[in-house]
């Protein structure tokens, strides 16, 4: 276990040594200070982002105490190199954290913004050395993409260190319940999650948040360079990933314009690398007429309009046939507007049953309007948005939120009462979790009852909310919060642990994903956001968890599927986030 966490430490320490040389300091100051043992921030009792913190922005830790009455109410802020106390202030009064049941205090030391390799220091012991730097999260934002890189289907990846393995899933057929039969050309895609299916509906919402992230902060994402199969080409390596999976995404649209729903094997295979797994990845409809459903189709039609803007500059002929999708898909859409999907017999792989469609459909509307600027784009939006606007974090079974901030950044003059009324309810809900993060004692929008299955990516869809409200009506308690999601997410939780692989000096190691499983290496494949806590009963593990508070439910452990799973929905967000916690973004 440490030798990992030391492994780990010293693939951080590279991103972090080139931060602080982009700041203008030397390698050795980054350098000191990192050899020690590593300090469990359980153990210790100080939590906080274990990458580090931006010099412009709020810095907070969150200090354990065994009761009210604890003694210790001062902090310290140590240099790394030298020990020199460079900060030093009170810690808050105590307050209990109903999420976690602990009793903490705040040390807050916002107004120090030097650079620079620190520990912070309480009476009971003090932390790791985290960073203060512009660019800080750059290594993670490079992570987060790249893994997708290492989810890929059909083709050889190589993310290097021995995360590889050659081509898979090369058989593919057409299920009987999508209404056809025969072999189909089995390429593209990105693993779903743990398991090694392709989902229409979950790549949708992926790959939807991806491309926002480009549209919104091009200057941070354009020169990513992720060290992939097309990495040196005209397209940026951030929209070449993305493409890998809109191709695949592309092939499940029947020539009526329907998509069909996913594309899997009729069971989850065993926990094996995936090139072992020989099951035929079958094209599996909904087992009756019209064989595709509508949220497949109008998710498509969304994204494929948002790629048709996006593409557009580098490869005019693929926006173009990535445009004429989206139209046909919408086409399809509307003319079944309630064709919900459930698994047909004999099929157990992810269901993202959906039985309301109407979000799909606002979203692919809003979507071509702002593409396209056409009048029955418009019109389908404005009927389906009526004037009832209620705004929450967006997922994989809610896109009405992307299909409201859509409309209000296209752009374009559109129905001023509406846009008025979107941005009223996006500053509405806005308020709502900022308030909810300044009642945290580890700082998280999330309220009680939002630990539910995949709740990191909760608290990452809250951040992207308030980025959102944030571009609306500039506000700086919008964005704090947001940027206290990702403090929560990389370390300042009651576990003192990161939920990305191998990003922070306690990143969580057992995920439940086939490959990080299967390949013989002790340490998860990089850049994966575990679900995080959940307050049900998902898993056996969670099972036999005794009752508790709902930040407090979640365990490292492969089988807690409900609790430790990694899925491409849930890094969509994390990727946003990075991207918007970059300097020139935020």
């Keep these: 276990m440490k030798g990992m966490q030391r492994r780990t430490v010293l693939k951080q320490l590279g991103g972090a040594t080139a931060t602080l040389a982009v700041a203008g300091m030397g390698s050795a100051a980054s350098l000191a200070g990192f050899g020690q043992e590593p300090r469990n921030p359980a153990t210790t009792g100080i939590l906080l982002n274990q990458v580090g913190l931006l010099p412009g922005h709020d810095k907070v830790a969150t200090v354990r105490s065994a009761s009210p009455s604890a003694p210790g109410a001062e902090f310290r802020l140590r240099a790394a190199a030298g020990g020199k106390v460079v900060y030093q202030g009170a810690l808050s ?113 992926t790959t939807g948040t991806l491309l926002w992230a480009w549209e919104l902060y091009p200057q941070v994402l354009e020169h990513l360079s992720l060290d992939i199969p097309e990495s040196g080409r005209r397209l940026p390596d951030y929209l070449a990933e993305i493409r890998w999976n809109l191709e695949w995404m592309l092939s499940l649209q029947d020539a009526d314009g329907g998509v069909w729903h996913k594309q899997t094997s009729e069971q989850f295979c065993a926990f094996i690398m995936p090139e072992q797994d020989h099951l035929t990845s079958y094209v599996i409809g909904t087992g009756a007429e019209p064989y595709k459903n509508t949220t497949a189709t109008a998710d498509l039609a969304s994204v494929a309009a948002i790629a048709a803007r996006c593409y557009r500059p580098y490869d005019a002929a693929f926006a173009d046939r990535c445009l004429l999708a989206a139209r046909r898909a919408w086409t399809w859409a509307m003319a079944h507007p309630q064709v919900p999907f459930t698994n047909p017999a004999h099929v157990g792989t992810g269901g993202y049953a959906d039985q309301h469609c109407a979000d799909e459909l606002l979203w692919a509307s809003a979507e071509l309007w702002r593409t396209t600027g056409e009048p029955q784009y418009e019109q389908a939006f404005l009927a389906g948005m009526g004037d009832r606007v209620v705004v929450a974090a967006p997922s994989w079974g809610d896109v009405g939120p992307l299909a409201l901030w859509t409309y209000v950044l296209a752009g374009r003059e559109g129905n001023r009462a509406q846009k008025d ?91 439940h994903h086939r490959p990080s499983a299967a390949d013989g290496i002790a340490a998860p494949w990089p850049g994966l956001l575990s679900a995080g806590p959940c307050s049900g009963h998902g898993d056996e593990v969670a099972r036999a968890m005794p009752a508790m508070p709902p930040m407090r439910r979640w365990a490292d452990d492969q089988r807690a599927y409900s609790m430790n799973e990694i899925a491409i929905n849930w890094n969509a967000p994390l990727v946003f986030l990075l991207a918007a916690a970059n300097p020139t973004a935020l």
């Excluded at 609306?472 to 403090?487: K, Q, T």
Aim: aromatic share 10%; net charge neutral.
């Design 93 to 205: 009064s105590p307050q209990l954290d109903a999420a976690s049941g602990d009793q903490v205090r705040l040390a807050q030391f916002s107004s120090f913004t030097t650079p620079g390799s620190y520990r912070l220091e309480v009476d009971t012991g003090s932390s790791e050395p985290f960073l203060i730097a512009p660019k800080v999260y750059a290594p993670a934002l490079r992570l987060a993409m790249r893994s997708y890189y290492g989810q890929r289907c059909g083709c050889a990846v190589d993310l290097g260190n021995g995360y590889k393995h050659p081509a898979c899933h090369a058989d593919g057929a057409y299920h009987v319940s999508s209404g056809r039969q025969g072999s189909v050309p089995n390429h593209g895609g990105w693993h779903d999650a743990g398991d090694y299916g392709r989902y229409v509906v979950n790549s949708g919402i």
């Design 421 to 511: 009324r979107i941005r009223a309810a996006t500053a509405t809900a806005a308020t709502t979790l900022v308030a909810h993060a300044q009642q945290s004692g580890y700082g998280t929008t999330m309220g009680l009852t939002d630990y539910v299955w995949g709740s990191n990516a909760v608290a990452a869809n809250q951040s992207l909310l308030l980025l959102i409200a944030d571009r609306f009506a500039p506000n700086r308690s919008c964005a704090e919060a947001a940027l206290g999601n990702l403090h929560y997410l990389l370390g300042r939780n009651c576990h003192g642990v990161s939920w990305v692989t191998q990003v922070g000096t306690h990143p969580f190691e057992h995920p």
